[in-house]
């Protein structure tokens, strides 16, 4: 497996790839909402390739200068339940350490808190955020 920073138009291609295989075809999510307005040229991705297929994403934008966003994690379904997830995570919250941030933040899906909390992510339960197609609680982890 191959570990991409995605900064180039082909290599985010590569995490828009997964990302409508997986979510947007699976819960029928339309485009416009799968993809909005942090999904731009200066986005920064992680994008995990197996051979030449891109199989998992993650995708990380400043908050402020000490908070990054680590969102739209996703790995293709039949990838998962074999650690390439929190192998994801693990490579954004590298870069974004690099990059200077000291806190991560993800909006976590409520039956998906289990996996982010094993990799050190605390919930905040008074932010409960109910979107178009999901309901997430803000979760935090020191970097």
Known sequence: ?????????AHQAGAYYVRIQAMARKHQIPLDVEFDEHDTPETKYIVIVDDYLPIATCRLYAIDDKKVMLGRVVVLPEYRNKGIG??????AEKWA?????????VESRDNKMPFYE???YVADYSKKIVGETFTCFRMEKKL
């Open 1 to 9: 497996m191959e570990i991409i920073r995605a900064t180039k138009t």
């Open 97 to 105: 350490k690099e990059l200077g941030f000291h806190t991560a933040v």
């Open 118 to 120: 094993k990799m050190g």
């Open 86 to 91: 929190t192998f994801v995570v693990n490579e």
